[in-house]
């Protein structure tokens, strides 16, 4: 097996495990711990030194790992790679169970982000997320997450016989149309209180223990390496774990201990980033406060740290689509495992100009890794990221890129094997800069 299956393959592991943003963070945290980070509660008194590894999260669904380096960060500053835990998909409401007919039963959800409705329709799903417990502090429930580990339910199309017009396009109406069946009804099974019974038996606790839950569906089948060179892979939540993994890998593979090395993970982006756990948010801002305080430094060294530091902002990008390339610009054209993609947009949706794009371009030179550029259509409006959201909190240079991907926002998506070696090695080699 080459390295480049053997790192896609595990890749396509950490996505399957990590089917809600709070198990992404689990995740992390159970591989940062196993390399020697420390975590620091954001409530705890925060006592740091040159040369040690350490993590903070946020409501379970936000990580920020760094480590500090034995030069001064005010005149280092820090080099930041930020991606994103979260994806489209649908959310589970309160009191979610729907009977219909007196004998299916449903479920009712809500569309969280942006997902292309129509992919979600005749798969296998189940639930992941993070459930809140009774505890003997108010202000803090206990948390347990939870993810059933079998094929559950599926939101099932309406067949052509009863919509002919299916194949010349059809609005899928979010309320009526995209409503997972979990199961019939019968003497065994009831509907009142069916999905908090089926966690507590998943988490092993009394269904009266449960409070609350913030709970999602999640594409039950794994990911694959494919196509006929084994060059693809096929997976959902590549937006934005793809950048995660690479991001989490080039920590851990980075030998600089003279400067301070940050991955950003934040929650939310999918729906405009601006919770407490989203780039649009002060977390990050304080964070780099403390990192600041806590080694001893004044207001004006943090101030030379953030001017002196640099971020990459990792969220995924379009290759050109080979049935509808009249949908891209009419020269730039990024293609799967043509490298990772230099996003630019003239009104700021993302970050990159041309200096921060510079600096991009030549790290990729120096990590012998070609790359490409996307820009929109002049004519069409594009999504924007987390860098020009996070540099609206605070101002550092950043650039946004991601490897080219194809159905962006699919339940199952489509990007490069080659690609996402190439971005390791860019961001390792952004990592050891000194």
Known sequence: MSSEIQLANELIDFIYESPSPYHV?????????????TELPLTSTWKLEAGKKYYTTKNDSALFAFTIGQKNIAETGIKMICAHSDSPGFKIKPQPEMLAEGKYLKLNTEVYGGPIL?????????????????????????????SINRPLMTIPNLAIHLN??????????KQIDMLPLLGM?????EKDNYLLNLIAEELKVD???????????????KGCVMGLNNEFISSGKLDDLAMVHAGTKALLESSNTETTQMLCVFDNEEVGSGTKQGAGSPVLKNILERINFALGNNTEQYFQMIYNSFMISADMAHAVHPNNAGKHDPILHPVINGGPVIKIHANQKYTTDGDSGAVYEMICKKADVPYQKFVNRSDLVGGSTLGNVSTG?????TIDMGNPMLAMHSVRELGGVSDHTYTTKSFVTFYNLK
Do not use: H
Not at 120 to 134: C, E, F, N, Q, T
Not at 207 to 221: G, M, R, S
């Open 25 to 37: 963070v689990s995740n992390l945290k159970t591989t940062l711990n196993s390399e020697g980070f």
């Open 118 to 146: 129509m992919t979600w329709m005749d798969r296998p799903l189940s639930i992941a997320g993070r459930v809140s417990l009774k505890s003997d502090d108010i202000l803090n429930p206990k948390t347990k997450f939870v």
């Open 164 to 173: 002919r017009q299916v194949n010349d396009g059809i609005a899928l109406n």
């Open 185 to 189: 009804l019968n003497d065994k099974l």
């Open 207 to 221: 269904a009266a223990e449960i409070i609350d839950f913030d709970l999602t569906l999640f594409e039950y089948e």
């Open 393 to 397: 909190q605070i101002d550092i240079r």
